[in-house]
């Protein structure tokens, strides 16, 4: 028989950390390694439960294991935030197309995020770091919520040592803890000086703030091309096959799920 | 090119049979259904195409995704509109990662029509009513027998093992062939008014298009029907439960088909969500899997629950 692409590879939990109240970061280790490229993903499967999509959010040099981030947000999530350290699970993949690094090199790379839009591009910042001497330069503008919706908290020091430059905000905040800069992500830009034309930009986060992410920095000067977008749709197989995660003419799962704003742009609908 | 009498293809089915499982079309009252071969059945491969696609021996409408012995199959007098079907399923289905479940293990008979259905309209879409690639072997009826075509290896292969019941074709069975199938073109034509519409444009006009997919689309009742009965159609969900991994026949009619977790949801509405089977069909599948996934066999129309006729809102979206 050929390969089998439906079928998982299990994976046993080294690890699962609280990220926020409704996120959390489980570490894996495939029994088989799933040498991933930083913004592909895989299907993680509850055995007997249910399968979902997410992208690891470590970085792609890191082989023998591999961490996703998890929110939870329906059926198959709710299911997995109950797994438990020494669980087994199924994992499919590497599937679909990465971040194009190097079209990346040489250049100024700005990271916009938002939520937990943070996990693909915390791939991509260590993949990014662990060879940084091939990027001018390594922004990174990320929005929460609240202070509490924050993922990676205690990370952001250590990446900002390791050589990123870091702007945070949250929406609101009520508690009072919060130093940083109150208002939606896109505000971040008043922050930071950037070289729209040279540089490369690279969003992920919820639907509404990739569009207005977008926009803005058109806006400012980024080439649609430059712009480079991790999609979320519907997805069944990750393999092209099925037909759920169309965009356009596009199967997000082979085609995508990292597409370049030129590409996609005059898509009816592409932000819904 | 080969003759194979009426005779000897009683016979030819029988080999057949030993080898595969064998399926072909038989008559009920006015319409054609497939049967599974068994000794002493009359097979006619005159008429049109089935109410139900052959797309359902190459793949289920449910089916647990586990490893299983494949009985090899045999399709004797498919029509060319389910093959052209075909083409676009295994562009999907075998492209890269290849799906293991798709039983390529075949042998794909096709046959002339002979006739037109209620509801044909192939021609319509520059396409013709006989098949001329894409088979393993292909019967065309003469007098007193089938003209058959070798399209592959395979269909050589077969020939050769069974070589005592074909005799070579003769230009004289070549001649009533050609006249037949212009006969059949005809009929198929005039029944559609002779209308006939030039492909790339109607992508590009449907892209454009709002009004007639909204008018259309008010009857619909997103049951799946058409997407079911499609020759061309291809979607499923992979589901994962107490058996592993089961993919079900879906529809991209269904409602639920492109939401995401929170609720997000580009096609809720009715009039895209309809208006997405024909721009995948006629704009996105020939752009990236370079085939139309609409062949113009009508069991859309003829099964549609909400009265709609496919064809005439492709007409009516060309002619605006
Ligand atoms: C490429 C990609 C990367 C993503 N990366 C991340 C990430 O890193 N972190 C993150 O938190 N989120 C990520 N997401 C979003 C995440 O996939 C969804 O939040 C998740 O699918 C929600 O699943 P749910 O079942 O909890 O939600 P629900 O709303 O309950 O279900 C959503 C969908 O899950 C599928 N499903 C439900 N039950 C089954 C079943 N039994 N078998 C198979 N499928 C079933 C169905 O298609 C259903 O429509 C990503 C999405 C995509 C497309
Ligand atoms: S068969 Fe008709 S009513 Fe049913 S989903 Fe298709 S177009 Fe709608
Ligand atoms: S998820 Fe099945 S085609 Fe993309």
Redesign the interface.
């Known amino acids: 028989m050929k390969p089998d692409p439906y079928k998982p590879v299990k994976a046993e939990i080294l690890d699962v950390r609280d990220e926020t109240p409704n996120i959390k970061t489980f570490v894996l280790k495939p029994e088989i390694p799933i040498p991933f490229k930083t913004g592909q993903f895989i299907q993680f499967t509850v055995f007997g439960e249910g399968e979902a999509p997410f992208t690891p959010s470590s970085s792609h040099f890191e082989t023998e294991k591999f961490e996703v981030t998890i929110m939870k947000a329906g059926r198959v999530t709710e299911k997995i935030h109950g797994l438990k350290k020494g669980d087994a699970v199924g994992i499919r993949g590497p599937l679909g197309k990465g971040y194009p690094l190097n079209e990346f090199e040489g250049k100024e790379v700005l990271i916009l995020g938002g939520g937990v839009g943070m996990a693909p591009l915390r791939s991509l910042l260590l993949t990014l770091l662990h060879e940084k001497e091939k990027y001018k330069r390594i922004v990174l503008l990320y929005g929460a919520k609240t202070p509490d919706d924050i993922v990676y908290k205690d990370e952001f020091s250590n990446w900002r040592k390791m050589g990123a430059e870091i702007f945070q905000s949250v929406d609101r905040c009520e508690t009072g803890k919060w130093q940083g800069k109150t208002g939606v992500v896109t505000c971040l830009f008043d922050e930071v000086k950037l070289n729209p034309e040279q540089g490369v930009a690279i969003v992920c986060g919820p639907p509404i703030m990739m569009k207005f992410g977008t926009l803005k920095l058109i806006e400012i000067g980024y080439k649609p091309q430059n712009i480079f977008l991790s999609m979320e749709k519907n997805m069944s197989c990750g393999i092209g096959k099925c037909g759920h995660c169309a965009l356009g003419k596009f199967f997000v799962c082979k085609d995508g799920p990292v597409f370049n704003y030129s590409e996609i742009k005059d898509i009816e609908g592409i932000w819904e | 090119m080969w003759f194979i009498s009426d005779e000897n293809f009683k016979t030819f089915a029988d080999e057949i049979s030993k080898e595969y499982t064998l399926y072909f079309p038989v008559l009920k009252e006015t319409r054609y259904n497939w049967k599974k071969y068994q000794k002493d059945d009359e097979i006619s491969l005159d008429g049109f195409r089935t109410d139900l696609p052959a797309k359902y021996f190459f793949y289920a409408t449910q089916e647990e995704?586990r490893?299983k012995e494949k009985t090899p199959f045999a399709v004797l007098g498919m029509r060319a509109c389910d093959l052209e079907g075909l083409k676009l399923l295994k562009k999907?289905?075998l492209?890269e990662?290849?799906?293991?479940?798709f039983r390529d293990e075949n042998l794909i008979i096709t046959a002339d029509c002979t006739d037109c259905g209620e509801n044909c309209f192939c021609t319509v879409l520059g396409k013709k009513p006989y098949a001329e690639d894409g088979f393993d072997l292909n019967f065309s009826r003469t007098d007193g027998g089938f003209f058959v075509q070798t399209g592959t290896q395979k269909g050589n292969a077969l020939i050769e093992k069974l070589k005592e019941l074909f005799i070579k074709a003769t230009e004289e069975h070549k001649y009533s062939v050609s006249r037949r199938r212009e006969e059949i073109l005809k009929k198929v034509s005039e029944k559609n008014n002779n209308q006939e519409i030039v492909l790339k444009e109607l992508g590009e006009k449907i892209e454009k298009n709002r009004e007639v997919f909204e008018e259309f689309s008010k009857t619909c009742v997103s049951c799946s029907a058409c997407t079911n009965i499609c020759p061309a159609c291809?979607?499923?969900?992979?589901?994962?439960?107490?058996k592993?991994?089961i993919?079900y026949a879906?529809s991209?009619q269904f409602k639920g088909?492109?939401?995401?977790?929170?609720g997000?949801?580009?096609r809720k509405e009715l009039a895209?969500r309809f208006k997405?089977r024909f721009l995948?069909k006629f704009?996105?599948r020939p752009?990236?899997q370079e085939y139309t996934g609409c062949t113009g066999c009508g069991r859309c129309i003829d099964g549609c629950q909400g009265k709609i006729d496919f064809k005439e809102v492709i007409l009516k979206v060309y002619e605006t």
Request: hydrophobic content about 30%.
């Open positions: 995704l490893q999907i289905y492209d990662p290849q799906d293991p479940y291809f979607c499923f969900f992979l589901s994962e439960g107490a592993g991994k993919r879906d991209c088909y492109a939401r995401v977790a929170g997000a949801n580009p895209p997405h995948c704009s996105f752009q990236m």
